[in-house]
């Protein structure tokens, strides 16, 4: 009866681990309490314990973590069952196993794009600031994508047609003017890790430009980026079948992978360029 499973109504979020560390948890759990706020669900925890929890299932599972040393973790949080008091909040935690191939395949190669005919349900089926788990756009956009067995990513739209997001990461390009671009908020679920993106072009007097972004000046443009919690930084090789540039990471998302690096304290590109053959 739990109103998660019956009708969707769950807040996630998902972080990582980086050389066994989190250190970058704080504002996962404030989104979280945004969300919960929205859908009506009762407070879940304190910042403290929320950390704290996070901690401990990683200390009950190191024996796994031996293997992998570094893991994602999946807060889900639902209103409940209704015969108990709808809103008061189901909690639960989860690890998950990093895709190093991927990962492995995104930094060598890139991602290769396909633009989408589904529509995100973020700015118009739910407040586009909060990260639900209703996936099916995402994952309908990617079936489509990569029916021909490539592994590509789709990039939805907005309800008015415009340039959203992907399954795994938002988008920022370096437009053909030299500019940072992304598209408009309100439209789009914005990452903690678009969030960070800010910070540090803000650290160096660069910011971005939030508008609508059509998918023909996303074709064109010096660089196209992808921000996502687990692989971080990485670039987009090909949109559509059209190069995005000479194929590889351009200037402006080595800088920022750099810059991501030092921010975190850990070298998770090179870290992911190795740990291909990884397994749990």
């Known amino acids: 009866m739990d109103y998660g499973i019956l009708y969707g109504a769950i807040v996630v979020e998902r972080l990582r681990t980086f050389g066994g560390r989190l250190p970058d948890w704080r504002p996962h759990w404030e989104r979280m309490q945004l969300g919960c706020r929205t859908l009506g669900i009762g407070p879940t925890c304190g910042a403290q314990d929320f950390g704290g929890a996070l901690q401990r299932i990683l200390d009950s599972n190191r024996n796994w973590e031996a293997i992998e040393p570094d893991v994602s973790l999946v807060a889900v949080a639902t209103p409940g069952n209704p ?134 000046e996303l074709s064109h443009a010096r660089e196209v980026i992808l921000l996502g919690n687990t692989p971080c930084v990485w670039h987009v090789s090909e949109i559509d079948g059209k190069p995005i540039g000479d194929g590889t990471a351009g200037p402006n998302c080595q800088w920022l992978q750099k810059r991501w690096i030092e921010h975190c304290g850990f070298d998770w590109l090179s870290q992911g360029k190795d740990a291909d053959h990884r397994t749990a």
């Open 83 to 216: 015969d108990d008091g709808l809103g008061e909040c189901t909690l639960f935690i989860h690890l998950q196993q990093i895709p190093w191939a991927r990962l492995h395949a995104w930094y060598h190669r890139g991602a290769s794009l396909v633009s989408s005919s589904y529509a995100t349900g973020a700015g118009t089926s739910w407040p586009a600031p909060i990260k639900v788990r209703n996936r099916l756009a995402y994952y309908l956009s990617d079936r489509e994508a990569s029916s021909d067995g490539k592994g590509r990513l789709g990039v939805l739209r907005t309800a008015s047609g415009s340039v959203a997001d992907t399954s795994v990461a938002n988008l920022v390009m370096m437009s053909s003017e030299g500019n940072w671009v992304s598209p408009t908020p309100n439209s789009v679920m914005l990452g903690t890790s678009m969030r960070l993106c800010e910070s540090l072009l803000a650290d160096s007097h660069q910011f971005i430009r939030y508008q609508d972004v059509s998918f023909e």
